[in-house]
Structure formats: structure tokens, C-alpha cells
């Protein structure tokens, strides 16, 4: 059983799709070519992968439990493409980067405009995904680089923390803790706390503290985004622990932070795939954000 790229492709787009005329236009194909390709795909592995309901197409159990693999290949194939066209062209390139909405916000644009101004013919892409999302895509291969924080485990990945932070507790100026030099995790429970998502890597950190000291961590308020966050504390909704870096592009005079005791720390991290070295471009990349990185260290100590 030898299935081609090109049978791959047009199974990977076919579970992402309803439709073969939708697929056969993205891939610049015929429809009846998709039709044959998925037919012939099924006959090989002798399993059935789409049924088809007035007219649109379903992925089957088996199709689904076979993406997770695909995935891996088609990651593997997109690396060694963006490995090929560097090697051809060692100025110009490609970097991918997928990086926590934070993250990609307050440290990514500064190097990225000025990498570049340096290197003018390099493409830059950045996604921004969950914790979750970005370690699976540097392992399949689908991005060069991941940011994220280091609260999230990653042991098929190499990883590199940048700097640490103590995480701080943001509210609203005229708000009875803003008057305290620092904030004591007891005295946040008197008072209403938004929060990341308990079940998210840095959500399930702050828990973890609470825990260590006895305390209950249960949040009135909850979200996925630093920005919803922020604008729930500035508000008046409540008060709330967030990286101190969250800060840097969040000047508003409606929020203020303070000191968290104990210390929550959290360290920005660089993460690569374990087995695959970086493109000559992408190592020019991480460099450059590394000497960035060391200059933002000097403002946001533990």
C-alpha cells in the first residue's frame, strides 16, 4: 500500500471540508479528480472514510482516528519543504511562529519589524493559538518556533526559558487593595477575582499556589484572553493575577499593579522541535529575540 502526497492532501482537506468541488478548487484540481483520489485512497487502505448526506461529505470513525497521524506527515513534509527552500536561498526563508495571544502582542512586533528591515525577503507568518495547540503544532512540524509560558509541559520539545517574572495582581486604582504595597493571596479572597481559565497551564499555576497556602482558588469570573481580562479589571468587575509583561501594552491610568505574596513566578519560553534543527533563517530569528528578550529581563524581575 503506497498512498502519494498528493492522495494525503486531498484526505487532509477532505475532513476540513463538506464538499469535494470545494477541495478540488483549493487544490486546483477537477472535482471528479478529488472524487477518484479519495476512491482509490479508500481501496488502498481498504476502509471506508466518508459518507456522503445530501450531497456533503462526513468523515467516518476510522477517517478521525487517522487525522492524528496525517497530521504528523503532513507536518513532516511542510518542514522539509521549508527546510529545502532555505538551503536554496540562505537570505531569504520563512520562519513560522506560533505564540500565546500575550506573548505575540507585547514581544513579537518589535522583532519582527526589525528582522525585517535586516533581512527584507524573509516571511514572516505568526499564529496565535492556546498553550495546548502551539506545543502540538512545533512537534508535528507544522511551525518553526513556539512562545508560551513555561507552566506547560512539553517532553517531546526542547525548550528555552527567556527571563522570570513574579506575576502581579492588577485592579482598579481606587480599589481598597491598591492602597497595600503588595497583595497577599488570603486578602485577594475578599474581594472578586477574575481569572484565566482554571484548567489552563498558567490558570492551573495560580490554583496550585492557593492550594500550597491553604486557600481555596475559586474565581467568579473566568476567560481565555489577557485583553478580556484586562478590560473586566478596568471596569470595576473585579481583581485579577496576570503576568506583569500584560502591562507593557496595557497602559490605561484605570488599572494598577501590585506585588503578589507569595510569588507566582512565570518565565516566557522559547520552545523547538526535539529532533529537527532550525533553519539557518530561524536561527537568526531566535537570536535576535533573545538580545530583545534580555533587555525586557532588566524590567521584570521576580
Known amino acids: 500500500m503506497d498512498l502519494s502526497f498528493r492522495q494525503l492532501a486531498v484526505l487532509r482537506e477532505l475532513m476540513t471540508s463538506d464538499t469535494a468541488t470545494s477541495v478540488a478548487r483549493k487544490l486546483n ?12 485512497t479508500e481501496e488502498q487502505l481498504g476502509l471506508r472514510l466518508f459518507e456522503r448526506i445530501k450531497g456533503r461529505l462526513y468523515p467516518t470513525p476510522e477517517a478521525t482516528l487517522l487525522m492524528a497521524e496525517l497530521e504528523k506527515v503532513m507536518g513532516a513534509a511542510e518542514a522539509f519543504d521549508r527546510l529545502a527552500g532555505d538551503l536554496r536561498d540562505t537570505v531569504a526563508g520563512r520562519i513560522s511562529i506560533a505564540a500565546l495571544p500575550t506573548l505575540a502582542n507585547v514581544f513579537l ?31 508535528d512540524g507544522h511551525v518553526d518556533i513556539g512562545l508560551l509560558g513555561d507552566s506547560t509541559e512539553m517532553p517531546t520539545n526542547k525548550s528555552e526559558d527567556l527571563f522570570e517574572c513574579a506575576s502581579v495582581c492588577i485592579m482598579r486604582p481606587d480599589h481598597p487593595l491598591a492602597e497595600r504595597s503588595h497583595v497577599e493571596l488570603e486578602d485577594m479572597l475578599q474581594h472578586v477575582i477574575v481569572s484565566y481559565f482554571i484548567k489552563s497551564p498558567y490558570g492551573e499555576r495560580i490554583a496550585k499556589t492557593f492550594s500550597e497556602a491553604g486557600l481555596d482558588y475559586n474565581p ?14 478596568e471596569s470595576g468587575a473585579g481583581i485579577a493575577i496576570v503576568e506583569p509583561y500584560l502591562l507593557y501594552n496595557h497602559t ?32 537568526r530569528f531566535v537570536s535576535m529575540f533573545k538580545q530583545a528578550m534580555e533587555e525586557k529581563a532588566r524590567d521584570c524581575g521576580p
Open 220 to 233: 467568579q469570573i473566568e476567560a481565555g484572553a489577557s485583553t478580556t481580562i484586562c478590560a473586566m479589571v
Open 29 to 40: 484540481l477537477s472535482q471528479p479528480g478529488v472524487s477518484k483520489l479519495l476512491r482509490q
Open 252 to 283: 490605561s491610568p484605570n488599572v494598577v499593579a501590585r506585588p503578589v505574596r507569595p510569588v507566582i513566578p512565570i518565565r516566557p519560553r522559547l520552545i523547538y522541535p526535539r529532533f529537527r534543527p532550525l533553519t539557518m533563517t530561524a536561527r
Open 109 to 139: 512586533p518589535s522583532v519582527v519589524t526589525e528582522f525585517q528591515r535586516r533581512h527584507p525577503t524573509v516571511r514572516i507568518a505568526v499564529d496565535v493559538l492556546p498553550s495546548l495547540r502551539i506545543v502540538d503544532q512545533v512537534n
